[in-house]
């Protein structure tokens, strides 16, 4: 390739593939602001109209809030929990000189690698059992679960890559184990906190199987599931949908490209490393 | 460094490790056993009283002779490897665009991640809205305003199949893509300049540097998605339902409806024990390739 010919290839390319990135969102978008007349015409229209109707009919008919709610609480309440127990889990794989880590860090892959359908029976019955079953915990605890490896393996890599004299020095001056790990190490993880948080967060966010599994009653239902679910009286209700996948998306479309370099970094965490 | 002291310091690990543990032997690792131990027995959720009766390997034999079954696994078999292809083929053209240095890099970037960060069941719907036949971006594009050639593509099995498969691996390509710049980022310039000073051709670069280098990234995305690939539910309880006739019926999604929808908790486990297994052998069969490489960035 000549350099001429790179020079004009180069950005067309980069350009096309943004635009097919981003397509299918402006269309959905395009479409969560028609009217109600515009959005039944065929052929579709390009612009919209730019009306707010469907975002009024699924916050009043589809409440759309109440399932943005229940997203919230078990995203939030998932990264939180798995989020302190990775930083544990970390900081003792990557510090203590345990002689079977490798053999956890493997099995945590495994486990974050399985379908779903291979635990979901058994996971189901533990919760029908315990009559947790449309409850919050009986959803975020299966999170917890799926979410700790990618939890653990972004803060083990953290940590490896912090300096061991830190903590040696604290021990030496008389710290505990303990009072290390709180007052020296957790402290100084917060970017690899961060990371990891975004990552179980959006994982959350977006999960569907176990949702949809767990949660039958519409009071605990995520947006996920509610987006899926979605029912019309006599036709399928694309706008709402739209507006309903427009107010799920944006938070993570903002998350993305704020924090998009520790995305990057945490996705490739521990992976490679040359 | 003391006896007691090393073993104080093993113990707290232990400690510290033991909640993650735990999580992973109850929500993982027993009911991967547990379905095995399911999966020889007749139980139906919405019989209660019919108890477990253990019945060897009778839904086995059942599975066997399914020929949805059959269908699914075929379908998701072909949804792995084709979708994987395309994945690694776009994410290693998306990784060489985006591993360049120019201005407004990092907006780039971001706006490929999109599609990975978008919720599966949004982008399902938005793939299903885009394929109406009446409503739908795609009809427009192809056959413009002359709405009397509109398809319902999704009620076609071709269609349908190819439907799933375009938008999965416009979901993930970018995700590949990530991991594979991960690998193009440590691949040192002066390679480059060195090829380029004694006149090898970009083409010649890519297949002698390039390629061979990034070669453990590869890997590892085509891991990482081959698995990830069999979990398909979400885009085919969305868009298709399976149908149209089991065109786009998946083991993950034949195995919900068994266990969930028709309540056959044993019958349904042989499939979940079938998709651990196969999926289990492909993943050994992969961290053996990759060697120590998948765990060095750890140890």
């Known amino acids: 390739m000549s350099k001429g010919v790179s020079k004009v290839a180069f950005p067309i390319l980069t350009a096309w593939v943004v635009f097919l990135s981003l397509l299918p969102f402006l269309w959905i978008f395009i479409t969560s602001v028609k ?240 | 460094m003391n006896i007691s002291f090393r073993l104080r310091g093993q113990i707290f690990a232990l400690t510290l490790l033991a909640p993650t543990i735990i999580f992973v032997c109850v929500f993982a690792f027993y009911p991967i056993a547990n379905s095995f131990y399911l999966s020889l027995h007749r139980i139906i959720i919405g019989l209660p009283e019919l108890g477990s009766r253990f019945i060897g390997l009778e839904n086995y034999k059942a599975l066997f002779n399914d020929i949805i079954a059959r269908k699914a696994l075929l379908n998701t078999l072909l949804f792995v490897f084709i979708t994987t292809f395309f994945e690694i083929l776009f994410g290693l053209a998306i990784a060489i665009l985006i591993n360049k240095r120019f201005k407004g890099r990092g907006l780039i970037r971001a706006s490929i991640l999109i599609p990975w960060a978008i919720p599966t069941v949004v982008s399902s719907q938005m793939w299903r809205f885009i394929f109406n036949d009446k409503y739908g971006l795609f009809n427009l594009l192809i056959y413009g305003s002359n709405s009397d050639h509109y398809k319902a593509w999704l009620a076609e099995p071709l269609y349908a199949f190819i439907a799933i498969i375009m938008a999965d691996v416009w979901k993930t390509s970018s995700f590949a893509a990530l991991l594979i710049l991960a690998g193009l980022q440590v691949i040192p310039e002066e390679l480059y300049l060195a090829a380029k000073v004694d006149g090898a051709s970009t083409w010649k670069q890519f297949t002698k540097i390039t390629l061979p280098l990034i070669r453990p990234a590869l890997l590892i995305a085509l891991l990482f998605r081959t698995m990830d690939a069999f979990r398909v539910f979400d885009l085919v309880f969305v868009m298709t339902q399976g149908g149209p006739a089991d065109a786009t019926n998946v083991l993950q999604f034949y195995g919900y409806k068994k266990i969930f929808a028709e309540g056959l908790m044993g019958y349904g486990s042989t499939i979940s024990v079938l998709v651990f297994v196969v999926t289990f052998s492909i993943s050994l069969f992969y961290i053996r390739l990759l060697g120590r490489r998948l765990t060095r960035g750890t140890s």
């Open chain 1, 35 to 274: 009217s109600e007349i515009d959005i039944t015409s065929i052929p579709p229209n390009i612009i919209p109209s730019f009306s707010l109707y469907f975002y009024k009919s699924a916050i009043l008919n589809y409440n759309i809030f109440h399932y943005l709610k229940n997203s919230l609480i078990v995203a939030a309440t998932t990264t939180f929990i798995t989020i302190i127990l990775s930083v544990f889990s970390g900081y003792a794989l990557s510090r203590s000189g345990l002689r079977h880590k490798n053999v956890i860090l493997g099995s945590l892959l495994l486990v974050s690698m399985f379908p779903q359908i291979s635990i979901a029976g058994p996971v189901w019955r533990i919760l029908y059992n315990l009559e947790w079953l449309n409850t919050y915990q009986g959803l975020i605890l299966p999170y917890v679960t799926l979410t700790l490896p990618l939890g653990v393996w972004i803060m083990t890599s953290f940590f490896n890559e912090l300096p061991e004299e830190l903590e040696k020095a604290a021990l030496v001056d008389g710290c505990s184990n303990i009072q290390t790990l709180f007052k020296i190490m957790i402290p100084l993880s917060a970017p690899g906190v961060f990371t990891a948080a975004i990552l179980v967060f959006i994982y959350a966010w977006n999960e569907f199987f176990f949702a949809l599994l767990i949660m039958t009653q519409r009071e605990y239902q995520t947006l996920p599931v509610g987006i899926a679910l979605f029912q019309g009286q006599y036709t399928i209700p694309w706008g709402e949908i739209s507006a309903a996948s427009v107010i799920a998306t944006v938070p993570l479309v903002i998350i993305v490209f704020i924090f998009q370099k520790r995305i990057i970094s945490g996705l490739s965490a521990g992976a490679i490393k040359g």
